[in-house]
Structure formats: structure tokens, C-alpha cells
């Protein structure tokens, strides 16, 4: 494996952590279901990275309050 497949497999589980984390918090997944979710949900953002389906550039003034 090359280090840019490694760095972006860790990006896939750290954020599929997060999401599943929030669908325990909704209860929408049962807690004892976290790592098979985690795995199923990095899995998909991972391939998504792999034909690269990225999302479009991140505007800040999106999340700034207008004067």
C-alpha cells in the first residue's frame, strides 16, 4: 500500500466514526453494531475517493455571518 492510500483509508475511518457516532446519538444504529457500521460507511467514502468523487471546493464564506 502507498502512504496516500494509507492517509486516505484513515481519513475514510476517522470520518465514518464520526458519522456513525452521530447515528448511535439519533438512535438510528444500535451501539453494538458501531465497528460493522464503521467499517460498511468507510468503506463506501473510500470508494467514492477512488473514482474520484470529490466534493466541489469549500467556500468559508459559507459558514461567516454576513455584516
Same mark, same amino acid.
Given at each position: 500500500?502507498?502512504?496516500?492510500?494509507?492517509?486516505?483509508?484513515?481519513?475514510?475511518?476517522? &470520518?465514518?466514526?464520526?458519522? &456513525?457516532?452521530?447515528?448511535?446519538?439519533?438512535?438510528? &444504529?444500535?451501539?453494538?453494531?458501531?465497528?460493522?457500521?464503521?467499517? &460498511?460507511?468507510?468503506?463506501?467514502?473510500?470508494?467514492?475517493?477512488?473514482?474520484?468523487?470529490?466534493?466541489?471546493?469549500?467556500?468559508?464564506?459559507?459558514?461567516?455571518?454576513?455584516?
Amino acid at each position: 500500500m502507498t502512504k496516500d492510500y494509507e492517509e486516505k483509508k484513515e481519513w475514510c475511518d476517522n &470520518v465514518a466514526e464520526l458519522i &456513525v457516532d452521530e447515528m448511535i446519538h439519533a438512535e438510528l &444504529v444500535k451501539k453494538e453494531n458501531f465497528e460493522e457500521a464503521v467499517a &460498511v460507511a468507510a468503506e463506501e467514502i473510500f470508494a467514492r475517493l477512488i473514482v474520484n468523487d470529490y466534493p466541489p471546493p469549500f467556500n468559508p464564506k459559507l459558514i461567516t455571518k454576513k455584516s
